[in-house]
């Protein structure tokens, strides 16, 4: 009897090295290390190259410009900094300012993608027409546009600060907490009466840790009600418990610290106390808001799409509503399709942050890109640290968004 073998089996003899270019097994691996070779070749001759060409003009590649006095002031900031502090501290100033306003933007840009998508979607005409409206206006115009637009309107269309003042003030604060203005919008910001530690920042990683704490414990809740409906086919009643989980815990920690509000106030030619939010800012964050969110929107509308109409008809038969039909069986479904354009959004959002320069908001476009490099002279150190944060960010974007994405997914059984 002749025993019979595919074409296709792998030889089973001794490795020889032609084997890596004509066995599939090797083939792949062989070409990707002489790719990676290549590419560090190629990185490692323009190194070589950069530091020649600045040793010949006297340069060298330092960092040491990061310990020097910053000399200039930055109105909208999280951290305390003064125009003494260093250029290292200028340039965390510009990295928070940026997570800011692209943390901001992100979650609203959700929001508005999501409302915009569904209602396109809508049965009433005019209401799916103003949405398709929405989205070709917003989309098609360069974000920079409406960046300049928005900030304009608020400084041209906002009473200055000097309106609130006098017997008859043309202007006055909204509940006498809120001040609109064209410098920007001031609210109470919250302090500690008897903080824990020195250090106020500490106080709200604190609060922060807490936050973490409950959502940690309210997963741990659903998935044991899950298990018990498993088990039983009821589910239990949760609500209640988690509600106490989240309030319960930060609401003594509040109570403890003495948590306070402190509202703004008329003093001299400004408003002083609570929290700032200046125009910048705000033109900024709804200028990336509402332009990625038409985006977004037609991301949504294709998610929805994609859903087979059968899941709609066998809700309805169960007896849901329409609005829990999309909140229950068709969005939760959507998510596989909508997740993976959403993640290039979010990347988006956080590039275009740095046309913040346009607005005079100091990202860190503005600080280590701008007026750090203009003093110091260091480009090329300046530059290279502003890729490495735009990378990382994106990097850690991605990675996120895609352990996300893997949770959504359907499971194979």
């Known amino acids: 009897m002749y025993h019979m073998t595919s074409m296709t089996d792998p030889h089973q003899g001794q490795f020889r090295l032609s084997m890596l270019f004509n066995d599939t097994r090797y083939r792949s691996l062989t070409y990707q290390a002489i790719a990676a070779i290549i590419l560090a070749l190629v990185i490692w001759y323009l190194g070589n190259n950069l530091m020649q060409n600045l040793r010949a ?19 909208q900031r999280l951290v ?6 260093s250029h290292a501290r200028a340039s965390i100033v510009g990295i928070l300012n940026t997570l800011l306003v ?19 979607l809508s049965n009433n005409w005019l209401v799916s027409k103003l949405m398709a409206v ?21 400084t041209a269309v906002m009473p200055a600060p000097r309106d609130f003042r006098g017997d008859t003030p043309e202007a006055s604060m909204l509940l006498d907490m809120f001040a609109f203005t064209n410098r920007g919008v001031y609210i109470p910001g919250p302090f500690f009466t008897s903080p824990l530690f020195a250090n106020p920042f500490l106080n709200w990683v604190l609060v922060l840790a807490v936050l973490a704490g409950s959502l940690f414990a309210t997963r741990r809740l659903g998935r ?15 609500w209640y418990y988690s509600l106490a989980i989240w309030l319960v815990p930060v609401g003594l920690l509040l109570l403890v610290m003495g948590l306070a509000w402190e509202a703004p106030a008329l003093k001299g030619f400004n408003f002083k106390g609570g929290i700032k939010i200046g125009g910048a800012l705000i033109a900024l ?23 087979s109409k059968g899941q709609t008809e066998a809700a309805g038969a169960l007896g849901l509503r329409p609005r829990r039909t999309m909140n229950l069986v068709v969005l939760p479904q959507a998510l596989r399709v909508i997740i993976p354009p959403l993640i290039s959004h979010y ?29 110091t002279g260091r480009a090329i150190e300046c530059v290279l640290l502003l890729m490495l944060f735009y990378l990382t960010i994106s990097l850690l974007i991605s990675v996120g968004m895609n352990f996300y994405n893997k949770s959504v997914k359907l499971k194979e059984r």
């Open 102 to 120: 692209s943390f901001l933007a992100c979650l609203t840009a959700t929001v508005f993608g999501v409302v915009a998508g569904v209602l396109r």
């Open 80 to 85: 305390e900094y003064d125009s003494q502090s």
């Open 285 to 307: 964050w709804f200028a990336l808001s509402i332009y990625t969110g038409a985006f977004i929107a037609e991301n949504v509308r294709a998610g929805i799409q994609a859903i």
């Open 57 to 75: 003009a006297g340069l060298n590649i330092s960092f040491g410009f990061l310990g020097d006095p910053a000399g200039y002031d930055i109105s």
């Open 347 to 375: 990347l988006n959002i956080t590039k275009n942050s740095s046309l913040a320069i346009a607005v005079g908001y100091a990202d860190v476009t503005a600080t280590l890109g701008g007026i750090t490099l203009n003093q």
């Open 224 to 238: 044991w009600a899950t298990a018990v409906q498993e088990q039983s086919g009821l589910r239990p009643t949760t």
């Open 134 to 154: 929405y989205v070709e206006i917003f989309r098609n115009i360069p974000v920079l546009i409406w960046i300049i637009i928005i900030f304009t309107i608020m």
